[in-house]
């Protein structure tokens, strides 16, 4: 509990401005010295026969914040002045009480938190303060900064930051009903963003709420902090995932990955979000057992709340410009993030994808790939790499369709018991990439229109020559899953290169 | 939020683009005397569509203008978009597959 809870006395001058945000009402105080204090706190209780005596002797004003009529025996003109509705002390930044501060000329040059004898006497240049009472005692917690009342203070005080249209929720209606009814939901319920929730998202991130992130398809909608803000709510999400959001829809609204497109295709494909760096675990993401399924916040809410930003704020919406035949179900959410390199024993022969494309292993990314589903692929006895490799390969080359080549790009997430079979016979990852493109490589013939009775294949003159199956870059290679199972996925891509989606990664900022 | 714990006010999650009518453009009563423009998407045999109608146009003497977007996967470029309107009075985009 912050409100009871004992804090050291500290000196802390400050020279910031403290009326406040700007349109908030002034504070109304006059120069000289403030105490903030509360009746329930033995601290404040002990401390009343001082500032009764230092109201005697210098410009005192107390301001209280629970009992209108704490402390008692101050002299006319010092109070105690009543901050039960937590106004002055928000406005004052006030943590700790007691706290006693000095204002000159409106600016705050002395702060004093919690009782100190000896500081006291000094900053207030009398002498005797005090006499009688202990040394020392800790304050505790303002009310200000009760978990119970930030919220509404937050929002009284910050709310005219947002700038969003306020939606009012007629009386009659159930809120969650209401986020169906207005079309802002994927399909299952979210989080209404009221002011105070999206406030605290806010607080998950540095950037100013204002700052545009991207310009997002099919609409073309910039799209500032505040709004990923608002949906990173509806979806769950805690305000420590926010920056990784934000850098999920920085990713997405680029030329290279293809948003709109992707959006706007007939195929199965939606955005999936890979997180790597010390950020997955900060934030308690799962990249073991069950990496890709349901049942972790993180995992599920960050993927969801890119799908919601385009959704909502750029207008993607399936039977709009979301034409997807079938679609699939990671277009409600798709985010996990790779097996930590520590967990990993990652050496340099096995680089996790963003590390491939030049960003350091402590750094925090996204990388994001049009994935359609995940097919599973099963080899429990292969002990051999070529072995393994073989088998996935066969897997591979029927991405799509076995008789086309060069259209789509893969993912493949290798499983630690299948990667132990690579990196204990020496294979690097470079190697299996390498191995893996030359076993997908589709012969002549094999491509040609008509053969095999299957009409499906390669146009004329491209089937009379070796294909391979993807494209340079169009095959990547993560790790991630539970330590049991000789079981990997393979996920299929979108149309290929810079004629679809390339995979983007991107830095996770604060 | 209310007393109740029920939230009351929420911010609105989409782009508030302001709700406006797009107007189409007029539509010529008759292609006589004009050019038409045919885009080809570049999907599998969009061409193949846009040639019998680029047969059909001529047959009625009417001028016809080839333009391709560089991939389908994208909304035109701009210059492609300004090309068109700068060279046709009409246009007929092609989807096929």
Known sequence: ?510 | MTGDGVARVVLDPTGELSPQAVELSERPASLDGLTVGLLDITKARGDVFLDQLDLRLRERGLETRRYAKPTFTKPAPVDLRQEIAEQCHVVIEALAD
Request: net charge negative.
């Open chain 1, 1 to 510: 509990m912050v409100s009871d809870a004992p804090t050291a006395p500290t000196t802390a001058p400050t020279t910031g401005p403290t009326t406040g945000p700007a349109g908030a009402p002034p504070l109304g105080l006059p120069d000289g010295w403030v105490a903030v204090v509360k009746r329930d706190c033995p601290t404040c209780v002990t401390v009343a026969p001082a500032l009764a005596e230092l109201a005697e002797q210098v410009a005192l004003t107390v301001l209280t914040q629970d009992d209108p009529g704490f402390p008692e025996g101050l002299p006319p003109g010092a109070g105690p002045v009543d901050d039960t509705s937590l106004d002055r002390s928000w406005l004052l930044d006030i943590e700790t009480v007691p706290t006693l501060l000095h204002r000159d000329g409106g600016t705050e040059d002395e702060r004093l938190v919690g009782w100190d004898r000896a500081e006291w006497r000094r900053a207030t240049g009398v002498a005797d303060l005090g006499e009688g009472l202990p040394e020392y005692r800790p304050g505790c917690g303002s009310l200000s900064v009760d978990p119970a009342r930030t919220d509404e203070l937050r929002v009284r005080f910050e709310g005219g930051r947002l700038r969003s249209r306020r939606v009012d929720i007629a009386a009659l209606e159930d809120e969650f009903e209401a986020a169906f009814d207005r079309g802002w939901t994927d399909g299952l319920p979210v989080v209404p963003p009221t002011e105070a929730r999206v406030l605290r998202m806010l607080e998950g991130t540095t950037r100013d709420p204002h700052e545009v992130v991207a310009v997002v398809p099919p609409d073309l909608v910039e799209c500032t902090v505040e709004k990923v803000a608002v949906n990173a709510v509806m979806a769950g999400c805690r305000p420590e995932y926010l920056p990784v959001v934000l850098a999920a829809v920085e990713a997405a609204c680029t030329d290279e990955f293809n948003m709109h497109g992707l959006l706007a295709t007939t195929w199965f494909s939606g955005p999936m979000v890979v997180v790597n760096g010390p950020i997955a675990r900060r934030i308690g993401m799962n990249w073991g057992m069950n990496a890709m399924g349901q049942g972790n916040r993180a995992n599920a809410t960050i993927g969801r709340a890119l799908q919601l930003v385009v959704r909502n704020v750029g207008g993607g919406r399936p039977g709009g410009v979301d034409r997807a035949t079938l679609g699939n179900p990671g277009k409600y959410t798709f985010c996990w993030t790779e097996t930590p390199p520590s967990e990993l024993d990652e050496g340099p022969d096995w680089p996790s994808q963003a590390v491939e494309h030049g960003f350091g292993p402590d750094d925090d990314t996204v990388t994001l790939f049009a994935a359609d589903g995940v097919r599973g692929f099963a080899d429990q006895l292969s002990r051999e790499p070529e072995s393994l490799a073989r088998g996935l390969a066969e897997i591979l080359r029927t991405i799509a369709h076995p008789k086309l080549a060069l259209a789509f790009d893969a993912a493949v997430v290798l499983s630690p018991e299948h990667l132990r079979v690579f990196r204990g016979a020496g294979w690097s990852k470079a190697r299996l990439r390498e191995r893996l493109a030359e076993l997908t490589l589709l012969p002549p013939g094999a491509t040609t229109r008509g053969a095999h009775g299957i009409a499906e294949g390669m146009p004329d003159g491209f089937d009379a020559v070796e294909l391979p199956k993807f494209r340079d870059g169009g095959l990547l290679l993560f790790t991630a899953g539970g330590g049991a199972g000789l079981f990997s996925a393979v996920i299929g891509g979108w149309a290929s290169g810079s004629m679809g989606s390339q995979p983007v990664t991107r830095r996770i900022g604060s």
